[in-house]
């Protein structure tokens, strides 16, 4: 097999320059994958704001109040003035400032429209659940104001603290939950594409262009060896070469994360990293086609996989990308094996169902390994018919 | 017969790169194929190795019809192109055992074979260099050793000595003589002459496609009627004196430039003797003096009217 053990020659002597990438990518991906593990939902629990109270008035209505802000903040001890407070603001010790004006009680049992000042930190959603829990107090006081006439300020706090007592339990509805943490091989297979890509676009082209240099086809041409018998065995350490690959990057996530690795979650991340192990080594059969110098590779190479990775979601996760940018990325393998991924690591239950949408990623991707492979034959044949 | 082109016609568009062309190799020739640039030496080669279709013709090899897919044939053919063709990324040692292992599947046996090829064209000191290290003149070599190392019974040159230095070209030269005395049939193509007058035993002149003489050199050399060109270091000749030489029995033109007489003689005895007996009664003064016989590029020059470089 005198052309297989060329191409494996000839991948040796490039092995340098494709373990950088897998280098690089082991570190980056360990590190990255240890910090970004998925948080699962177990529950809920009331999360409390820091608040500073500042009231100009005392009474019953407004220790009430207090008392039943407590549950959801916490009271910090901020001097009442304007540059202090502004302080505390800016190095986010409070969130809020709540400010009773003089008068506000009377003017409120009077059935009078009042007002509290509020002070507060933009966009915070703690703020807002902390709005709609001061409007529920006083509107519920208010509707005890109008509809009892003559209502005391201690009967309408001891009213009110019974009508806040009655919570609503929130309950967590999931169809199963997960026992395993996914997190580490979501993440790891995630980035695994740029690296896979990466090595795959190097390998193959540079197998490629070397069988696509015409003096060497040519001289091969005149061996006692078939056209036939030439392409097996080039084909043969090509796909040997792409598993290889595949399987020894698969393989470092096995190492790090071994306890996690028997579910059914990491089953199909295997499978679907597979699918586009496939599809990215026909975009390298392409490139390799479309080459004409080495020098040429590790530039194509950068471009043709970095890109897909930056905008199909592999660094950045594609919940924070632009629909449009998005849109671009589905014409490239990247996009869907990255969703794919991202359903996969979230499958609690591994019915038809809930992985048909996992199913139709693979299947892309298989579709683009096939299309990718058919133009590259073309362009492959138009070359030789060319030299 | 080791080849024989029958009638072989390429064409590429409008221009017809082989006109009707028919030849044969006889074993244990070294046949040359001399012609310019752009005259379809190579064209023939590719034809012969089914690198290229033809419009018209029959070729053989070793009495059998040549395809793309004789690989019986293929198997005792050696080829040595042009451009120089190996991997650059197997070393000298690595890209022989290759190409002898497209022929010679039995791993002992090729390693003594890519031994002796390696001893043949004397790359023992750099058997673990990779080409990018060779210089132009052991890549060439290099080149050699790829095609040889099977042992073919016929072995194709098409312009092996192109880009090459003085020293690795005789090194070349000797080697294709060497293999041709081991048994093998040689092709040889060349544009130059002097390489082809030194080891071809049979040579063809082509040009434009076409073959204009076929012979060996001496053959080569007797189609054409000038015998000898002698020419004569002289300062002091004058109109009158060329004249005069001119119309001296079997010259056939004497030029006088730049203190240099040049005269072409006819076949014939004593021309040289004649010309310094003329030198002497007319009292010209010479220094140097030489006599060339006629070369395969007189041969061409008579023929087509011009020359082999042009």
């Given at each position: 097999?005198?052309?297989?053990?060329?191409?494996?020659?000839?991948?040796?002597?490039?092995?340098?320059?494709?373990?950088?990438?897998?280098?690089?990518?082991?570190i980056?991906?360990?590190?990255?994958?240890?910090?970004?593990?998925?948080?699962?939902?177990?529950?809920?629990?009331?999360?409390?704001?820091?608040?500073?109270?500042?009231?100009?008035?005392?009474s019953?209505?407004?220790?009430?109040?207090?008392?039943?802000?407590?549950?959801?903040?916490?009271?910090?001890?901020?001097?009442?003035?304007?540059e202090?407070?502004?302080?505390?603001?800016?190095?986010?010790?409070?969130?809020?400032i709540?400010?009773?004006?003089?008068?506000?009680?009377?003017?409120?049992?009077?059935?009078?429209?009042?007002?509290?000042?509020?002070?507060?930190v933009?966009?915070?959603?703690?703020?807002?659940?902390?709005?709609?829990?001061?409007?529920?107090?006083?509107?519920?006081?208010?509707?005890?104001?109008?509809?009892v006439?003559?209502?005391?300020?201690?009967?309408?706090?001891?009213?009110?603290?019974?009508?806040?007592?009655?919570?609503?339990?929130?309950?967590?509805?999931?169809?199963a939950?997960?026992?395993?943490?996914?997190?580490?091989?979501?993440?790891?297979?995630?980035?695994?594409?740029?690296?896979?890509?990466?090595?795959?676009?190097?390998?193959?082209?540079?197998?490629?262009?070397?069988?696509?240099?015409?003096?060497?086809?040519r001289?091969?041409?005149c061996?006692?060896q078939?056209?036939?018998?030439?392409?097996?065995?080039?084909?043969?350490?090509?796909?040997?070469?792409?598993?290889?690959?595949?399987?020894?990057?698969?393989?470092?996530?096995?190492?790090?994360?071994?306890?996690?690795?028997?579910?059914?979650?990491?089953?199909?991340?295997?499978?679907?990293?597979?699918?586009?192990?496939?599809?990215?080594?026909?975009?390298?059969?392409?490139?390799?086609?479309?080459l004409?110098?080495?020098?040429?590779?590790?530039?194509?190479?950068?471009?043709?996989?970095?890109?897909?990775?930056?905008?199909?979601?592999v660094?950045?996760?594609?919940?924070?990308?632009?629909?449009?940018?998005?849109?671009?990325?589905?014409?490239?393998p990247?996009?869907?094996?990255?969703k794919?991924?991202?359903q996969?690591?979230?499958?609690?239950?591994?019915?038809?169902s809930?992985?048909?949408?996992?199913?139709?990623?693979?299947?892309?991707?298989?579709?683009?390994?096939?299309?990718?492979?058919?133009?590259?034959?073309?362009?492959?044949?138009k070359?030789?018919?060319s030299? | 017969?080791?080849?024989?082109?029958?009638?072989?016609?390429?064409?590429?568009?409008?221009?017809?790169?082989?006109?009707?062309?028919?030849?044969?190799?006889?074993?244990?020739?070294?046949?040359?194929?001399?012609?310019?640039?752009?005259?379809?030496?190579?064209?023939?080669?590719?034809?012969?190795?089914?690198?290229?279709?033809?419009?018209?013709?029959?070729?053989?090899?070793?009495?059998?019809?040549?395809?793309?897919?004789?690989?019986?044939?293929?198997?005792?053919?050696?080829?040595?192109?042009?451009?120089?063709?190996?991997?650059?990324?197997?070393?000298?040692?690595?890209?022989?055992?290759?190409?002898?292992?497209?022929?010679?599947?039995?791993?002992?046996?090729?390693?003594?074979?890519?031994?002796?090829?390696?001893?043949?064209?004397?790359?023992?000191?750099?058997?673990?260099?990779?080409?990018?290290?060779?210089?132009?003149?052991?890549?060439?070599?290099?080149?050699?050793?790829?095609?040889?190392?099977?042992?073919?019974?016929?072995?194709?040159?098409?312009?092996p000595?192109?880009?090459?230095?003085?020293?690795?070209?005789?090194?070349?030269?000797?080697?294709?003589?060497?293999?041709?005395?081991?048994?093998?049939?040689?092709?040889?193509?060349?544009?130059?002459?002097e390489?082809?007058?030194?080891?071809?035993?049979?040579?063809?002149?082509?040009?434009?496609?076409?073959?204009?003489?076929?012979?060996?050199?001496?053959?080569l050399?007797?189609?054409?009627?000038l015998?000898?060109?002698?020419?004569?270091?002289?300062?002091?000749?004058?109109?009158?004196?060329?004249?005069?030489?001119?119309?001296?029995?079997?010259?056939?033109?004497?030029?006088?430039?730049?203190h240099?007489?040049?005269?072409?003689?006819?076949?014939?005895?004593?021309?040289?003797?004649?010309?310094?007996?003329?030198?002497?009664?007319n009292?010209i003064?010479?220094?140097?003096?030489?006599?060339?016989?006629?070369?395969?590029?007189?041969?061409?020059?008579?023929?087509?009217?011009?020359?082999?470089?042009?």
């Amino acid at each position: 097999m005198p052309v297989f053990k060329l191409c494996m020659k000839i991948i040796q002597k490039n092995l340098s320059s494709m373990m950088i990438y897998v280098a690089v990518f082991l570190i980056v991906a360990t590190l990255l994958s240890l910090n970004g593990s998925k948080v699962q939902e177990a529950g809920f629990s009331q999360e409390k704001t820091n608040i500073a109270f500042l009231s100009e008035e005392d009474s019953p209505l407004i220790d009430g109040f207090q008392a039943e802000l407590a549950k959801t903040a916490n009271f910090v001890e901020v001097p009442d003035e304007t540059e202090k407070l502004q302080d505390a603001l800016f190095f986010r010790s409070v969130s809020y400032i709540l400010r009773i004006p003089k008068g506000f009680t009377q003017s409120f049992m009077r059935g009078e429209d009042v007002r509290i000042e509020k002070t507060t930190v933009p966009n915070s959603v703690s703020n807002a659940y902390l709005d709609l829990n001061i409007n529920q107090y006083f509107n519920t006081a208010a509707l005890y104001v109008k509809t009892v006439p003559g209502i005391t300020q201690e009967d309408l706090v001891r009213h009110l603290k019974a009508d806040m007592e009655s919570n609503t339990p929130v309950a967590m509805k999931a169809d199963a939950r997960q026992d395993t943490d996914n997190g580490f091989s979501a993440n790891y297979f995630n980035y695994l594409a740029y690296a896979l890509s990466s090595v795959l676009v190097l390998g193959i082209s540079a197998i490629m262009l070397v069988f696509n240099d015409r003096d060497l086809s040519r001289r091969n041409f005149c061996s006692p060896q078939s056209a036939g018998k030439i392409n097996f065995q080039f084909i043969l350490a090509n796909l040997v070469f792409t598993v290889v690959c595949w399987a020894v990057m698969v393989g470092f996530c096995f190492l790090f994360d071994h306890r996690n690795m028997m579910t059914r979650n990491t089953v199909y991340l295997v499978l679907n990293s597979f699918v586009f192990t496939l599809s990215m080594s026909s975009i390298s059969f392409l490139i390799g086609n479309l080459l004409k110098n080495r020098g040429a590779i590790s530039a194509v190479c950068n471009v043709v996989t970095l890109g897909p990775c930056f905008i199909s979601g592999v660094f950045v996760p594609q919940e924070f990308l632009n629909s449009t940018v998005l849109k671009i990325a589905s014409f490239t393998p990247t996009y869907w094996y990255v969703k794919a991924n991202n359903q996969i690591s979230s499958l609690a239950s591994f019915s038809f169902s809930s992985l048909s949408e996992t199913y139709t990623a693979m299947l892309i991707e298989a579709g683009f390994a096939v299309a990718f492979f058919a133009v590259s034959m073309v362009v492959g044949k138009k070359k030789r018919m060319s030299s | 017969m080791i080849i024989r082109v029958n009638n072989l016609v390429k064409r590429y568009g409008d221009l017809v790169a082989l006109d009707h062309l028919s030849l044969e190799v006889k074993e244990g020739e070294i046949f040359g194929l001399l012609g310019p640039n752009g005259s379809g030496k190579t064209t023939v080669i590719n034809c012969i190795l089914s690198l290229l279709k033809y419009d018209k013709g029959e070729i053989e090899i070793f009495d059998q019809p040549m395809a793309p897919d004789a690989y019986d044939i293929k198997r005792d053919i050696g080829i040595i192109m042009q451009n120089v063709a190996v991997f650059e990324e197997l070393t000298v040692y690595e890209n022989i055992d290759y190409f002898c292992g497209l022929y010679v599947p039995d791993k002992a046996k090729r390693k003594k074979l890519v031994e002796d090829a390696i001893d043949f064209v004397g790359l023992n000191d750099f058997r673990k260099f990779y080409p990018k290290k060779l210089s132009g003149g052991l890549l060439r070599r290099l080149n050699i050793a790829c095609g040889i190392a099977h042992r073919p019974k016929l072995i194709i040159l098409d312009e092996p000595t192109v880009a090459v230095d003085p020293q690795s070209r005789n090194n070349i030269l000797e080697g294709i003589v060497r293999l041709n005395r081991e048994g093998a049939t040689i092709v040889y193509t060349s544009h130059y002459m002097e390489e082809v007058e030194q080891i071809c035993t049979r040579i063809m002149i082509l040009d434009k496609g076409r073959m204009i003489a076929d012979g060996s050199k001496e053959e080569l050399k007797a189609m054409i009627t000038l015998g000898e060109k002698i020419t004569v270091e002289t300062f002091s000749l004058r109109e009158e004196q060329l004249s005069a030489l001119k119309k001296l029995p079997n010259i056939v033109s004497a030029e006088y430039r730049d203190h240099l007489l040049v005269v072409k003689s006819g076949k014939g005895q004593n021309n040289l003797e004649a010309i310094l007996d003329f030198l002497k009664r007319n009292q010209i003064t010479f220094g140097k003096i030489y006599s060339e016989l006629p070369t395969l590029n007189d041969v061409f020059l008579e023929i087509t009217g011009k020359q082999l470089r042009d």
